[in-house]
């Protein structure tokens, strides 16, 4: 009898989940998602798509940043030149991050060495401090957009796309 009972509970709170808690993918594609998800979103967006952020920062009122522990990602918001839209999505670094095997479609993962991302992006690659940044426009003009690569200890241990939505 309460076999019966549980099961129907259990489908009906599946269903409450968001899809991307259902559907989890861990496919990075440069200058558009991580993990399944773009940039440009308002946090009304996100947290329809996502589902309640584990911490959210506030910046005068306004939504700074969102993290979802559960999927090792952060959003970020520009609250100075275009309110509510996200500017940079990326995997959290942290103790589970390490364990789930986000790459990219070129084969990078967490924990790649940098002679992998090398070889992978070849000179697209500009070298600043430990991070591989690929400009797609010119480097911090309007409307351009990078795919940043760090490493800690020589290996790959965070992923972000980022936008710019005004040049400064």
Same mark, same amino acid.
């Given at each position: 009898?309460?076999?019966?009972?549980?099961?129907?509970?259990?489908?009906?709170? #599946?269903?409450?989940?968001?899809?991307?808690?259902?559907?989890?993918?861990?496919?990075?594609?440069?200058?558009?998602?991580?993990?399944?998800?773009?940039?440009?979103?308002?946090?009304?967006?996100?947290?329809?798509? #996502?589902?309640?952020?584990?911490?959210?920062?506030?910046?005068?009122?306004? !939504?700074?940043?969102? %993290?979802?522990?559960?999927? %090792? #990602?952060?959003?970020?918001?520009?609250?100075?030149?275009?309110?509510? *839209?996200?500017?940079?999505?990326?995997?959290? !670094?942290?103790?589970?991050?390490?364990?789930? *095997?986000?790459?990219? !479609?070129?084969?990078?993962?967490?924990?790649?060495?940098?002679?992998?991302?090398?070889?992978?992006?070849?000179?697209?690659? *500009? &070298?600043?401090?430990? +991070?591989?940044?690929? &400009?797609?426009?010119?480097?911090?003009? #309007?409307?351009?957009?990078?795919?940043?690569?760090?490493?800690?200890?020589?290996?790959? %241990? +965070?992923?972000?796309? +980022?936008?710019?939505?005004?040049?400064?």
């Amino acid at each position: 009898m309460r076999l019966r009972i549980v099961l129907p509970l259990a489908a009906a709170a #599946l269903a409450l989940l968001p899809a991307a808690a259902l559907a989890r993918t861990t496919k990075v594609v440069p200058f558009k998602t991580v993990e399944g998800v773009p940039l440009k979103l308002t946090p009304a967006q996100y947290r329809k798509r #996502l589902g309640k952020p584990s911490h959210v920062i506030h910046v005068d009122g306004k !939504v700074a940043e969102y %993290d979802f522990a559960r999927l %090792d #990602l952060s959003v970020q918001f520009d609250v100075d030149h275009h309110p509510d *839209r996200a500017d940079f999505v990326g995997v959290v !670094v942290g103790t589970f991050t390490r364990k789930i *095997r986000f790459h990219t !479609v070129h084969g990078i993962h967490i924990g790649s060495s940098k002679a992998a991302v090398k070889r992978a992006f070849g000179k697209r690659c *500009r &070298w600043n401090v430990g +991070q591989c940044n690929i &400009w797609k426009g010119a480097p911090g003009a #309007l409307n351009s957009s990078s795919f940043n690569i760090t490493f800690f200890h020589g290996k790959v %241990d +965070q992923f972000n796309n +980022q936008y710019v939505f005004k040049d400064f």
